[in-house]
């Protein structure tokens, strides 16, 4: 418990280094919000197969060439075996919600992964926050989800949306490690 309980968060590292950064004073707001998009990045492909993408893709695809969009609503659904949990299952009720809606093209289905990927972030603030709650004091857990929620707030949430889509192929690479003394904490 001396190193601090982002150790034993039952989450993945990705996470627990975004946890360990927010309960630190010593670290900046941007230095945090390096690592949100890496633990978000790590949870989609741990979450969603390529398959689940590439299907709800095809769907999606279909809707745009299609003059009546009634089955539509069905195919999706149908996907809901593949969502799995979390990110995925909330991506699809989001693209549900815009099919039913009758928006189609690219822009609400980036903002469903994008909402997709919010919700998720605030969930795991959350879960930061009650684990720092049985574990360390309340200003403290108080602290470590506001921080980590302003990090959310100032990360490029939909850059990450679009590569998961593959819209963006670039990849999302880890932080860089600081190399040197100089590279350390900021004064």
């Not at 633990?39 to 279909?62: K, T």
């Not at 990360?155 to 990849?171: F, G, K, M, N, Y």
């Amino acid at each position: 418990m001396s190193d601090g309980p982002h150790r034993s968060l039952q989450m993945r590292v990705g996470w627990k280094r975004v946890a360990e950064r927010a309960d630190n004073p010593s670290f900046a707001p941007e230095e945090i919000t390096r690592f949100i998009i890496p633990a978000l990045g790590q949870d989609c492909r741990d979450e969603m197969s390529p398959g689940f993408i590439n299907s709800v893709g095809a769907v999606l695809r279909e809707l745009d060439n299609c003059l009546f969009n009634y089955e539509i609503g069905s195919q999706l659904e149908a996907l809901r075996s593949e969502a799995g949990g979390g990110i995925g299952r909330t991506f699809l009720d989001n693209v549900v919600q815009i099919s039913a809606n009758e928006a189609a093209g690219l822009e609400p289905v980036v903002k469903a992964m994008t909402d997709a990927l919010f919700d998720h972030a605030a969930r795991a603030a959350r879960q930061v926050e009650e684990h720092y709650y049985r574990e360390s004091t309340m200003p403290r857990a108080q602290n470590v989800r506001a921080r980590i929620e302003q990090a959310v707030g100032d990360s490029r949430i939909e850059t990450l949306a679009r590569q998961v889509l593959r819209l963006d192929e670039r990849r999302t690479n880890r932080p860089a490690l600081q190399q040197g003394l100089d590279d350390g904490v900021r004064i």
